[in-house]
């Protein structure tokens, strides 16, 4: 049973910073691939960012890169998105996501989380 647990979100003025977490059971975290989603209101939920099964490679959408950065730490079977520099566009839903397969975690992961709300005043 893959489960997955999201906190973190809340409210933020822009060009601020938060940090997301994911809380996994310990089989998914050490057999899958992980990362994020995000909806935006009115939008199609998309790819944020994600790393492979044993961490060692990663993958971001660039409307984050050099902002958004994905990590995970296996002690405490969590991975963690540290948010920088947030933009009122990045006001979404945030979904935790896993797969077995790197390729799918970033189009078509088979796990989500519930999701955390993020909002970006301007």
């Known amino acids: 049973q893959v489960q997955l647990k999201e906190s973190g979100g809340e409210l933020v003025q822009a060009g601020g910073s938060l940090r997301l977490s994911c809380a996994a059971s310990e089989r998914t975290f050490s057999s899958y691939a992980m990362g994020w989603f995000r909806q935006a209101p009115g939008k199609e939920r998309e790819f944020v960012a994600a790393?492979?099964?044993?961490?060692?490679?990663?993958a971001y959408a660039d409307s984050v890169k050099g902002r958004f950065t994905i990590s995970r730490d296996y002690s405490k079977n969590t991975v963690y998105l540290q948010m920088n520099s947030l933009k009122p566009d990045d006001t979404a839903v945030y979904y935790c996501?896993?797969?077995?397969?790197?390729?799918?975690?970033?189009?078509?992961?088979?796990?989500w989380g519930q999701g955390t709300q993020v909002t970006v005043s301007s």
């Open positions: 790393f492979t099964n044993y961490g060692d490679g990663f």
């Open positions: 996501v896993a797969d077995r397969f790197f390729s799918e975690v970033r189009k078509s992961p088979d796990y």
